[in-house]
């Protein structure tokens, strides 16, 4: 791909991937005051519990959205099952900011908000694993790992927008406005963002691997079923490094904000404030995880990132649960080291482990099975754990609990893949790398 258009490729993902992760994001920092708006119920730890429990039936969604959307990347392009994920985000989250509340319109109200994030849920059923294929597929292949890189961080990019706008309304409006109609703000905000990601992506030509699919005719009509019947271990290899990814983000972009306002009873600017700086320094870390796995590999850096959440939550939630500003940063940054190395290692492998005719569809299911029923529900559990328990520390233990079981499965058999001929349909990931250069590259 020539640098001008591998530039545009990447802005394009950029954006579109901010926008979708913004969306949730927001959502994130909002639970506490959706969970007051749209349930009733006169606890505020039942209120949050309501609204990440629809946090997660988000999640749920997302398997479903990846068979919906996976099979079109494979059949008719990468950049059009981007395009329609980013579209369907955008007006989901938009309607989110002018549903009614649960004094207006009742019962109605959680389940409209249940529906719209159903329909958030199928539209990034698609994208992380889309956005990896069409931003991949076109990268040098020395720097594969650096150009995936852009999706984690433009992902903690997304959250840290999310928590700025939250704490800039913290600062202006009072409680109660916040309450009677700040909170919308953000998510109105959503539809621009959606048609500058919907027209970034639409003004693209499809990747290399794809365009040398269809011009030697070998574009799978099936994926689905040709793809996860002949893609078992990579998929199942999928579920256990993407589930240690996937709740090690929503732990550090969306439980945490949660965590220091209802556990430890911080107020909203400062919880905000806090989290979006610890998702700063994670989003400063990408690319240089990025360096380094196509440095060292994607296996040895997924391990080490792995280890890390099994030997780190436990110390890192004491520390925090002393409510010290300054501990509770040091716990964010040991949360984000080991966070970047699992992330940007997971973005690459979803394209390396997959032959190329079923790779949208074939990430996608394991990606997303894993998003689904072990990181989704994260939040949820860690809210779960602290209330039922009483204590600061316990819900570090799903996170170890996640990361020492997928440890297992990973150190015994993930391969190294950072050689993967990405254009080939035939996986050996112990042969050396000889794709072919197509014209223009």
């Known amino acids: 791909m020539h640098h001008q258009k591998l530039g545009q490729a990447t802005f394009a993902v950029g954006v579109g991937n901010f926008m979708e992760w913004y969306d949730f994001a927001v959502y994130g920092f909002f ?10 119920g006169d606890s505020p730890a039942v209120g949050i519990l309501s609204a990440l429990a629809v946090f997660a039936v988000g999640f749920f969604m997302r398997p479903l959205g990846g068979l919906i959307l996976g099979p079109i990347g494979d059949r008719y392009g990468r950049r059009a099952a981007l395009s329609i994920s980013v579209l369907a985000m955008g007006l989901a989250t938009t309607i989110i900011g002018i549903l009614p509340t649960y004094e207006t319109i009742g019962i109605a109200a959680p ?23 069409f931003l991949i597929e076109g990268a040098p292949k020395r720097r594969r790992a650096l150009f995936g890189s852009v999706i984690s961080a433009t992902a903690a990019l997304a959250s840290m927008a999310g928590s700025g706008f939250a704490l800039w309304l913290s600062t ?60 078992l271990k990579p998929i199942l290899l999928s579920i256990a490094f993407a589930a240690v990814q996937g709740l090690g983000y929503y732990y550090l972009a969306t439980y945490v904000v949660n965590y220091l306002q209802v556990t430890l009873e911080l107020d909203r600017a400062n919880a905000l404030l806090l989290s979006g700086i610890g998702l700063f320094i994670y989003m400063c870390l ?75 569809t074939s990430s996608a299911i ?58 080939s349909d035939s996986m050996d990931w112990h042969a050396k790398n000889s794709e072919p250069v197509p014209s223009g590259k």
């Open 172 to 231: 202006i409006m009072t409680e109660q406005q916040i309450l009677d109609y700040g909170w919308r703000i953000p998510f109105l905000a959503a539809l621009p963002l959606a048609a500058i990601g919907l027209y970034v992506r639409m003004k693209l030509d499809d990747t290399p691997v794809f365009n040398q699919l269809q011009a030697t005719h070998h574009v799978d009509a099936a994926p689905l079923k040709h793809g996860a019947k002949k893609n």
């Open 111 to 133: 389940l409209l908000l249940v529906l719209m994030r159903c329909v958030q849920g199928l539209s990034a059923g698609g994208e992380w694993t889309g956005s990896a294929a």
């Open 366 to 423: 394991g990606f997303n099975i894993a998003l689904a029923f072990i990181a989704g529900p994260g939040p949820y559990a860690g809210a779960f754990l602290a209330a039922s328990t009483g204590s600061a520390v316990a819900p570090a233990f799903y996170q170890v609990f996640v990361a020492a079981l997928a440890l297992i499965v990973l150190a015994k058999w993930l391969p190294e893949s950072s050689k993967q001929n990405i254009y």
């Open 286 to 360: 990408c690319p240089v995880a990025g360096l380094l796995s196509d440095r060292f590999g994607r296996r040895k850096l997924n391990i080490i990132g792995t280890i890390g959440y099994v030997v780190l939550p436990i110390p890192v939630f004491m520390i925090m649960a002393t409510g010290n500003p300054a501990l509770i940063i040091l716990g964010l940054i040991l949360l984000g080291m080991a966070q970047c190395l699992v992330s940007v290692t997971t973005v690459v492998m979803l394209v390396e482990l997959f032959p190329a005719s079923t790779r949208a």
């Open 31 to 40: 639970a506490v005051i959706i969970g007051q708006l749209f349930f009733a």
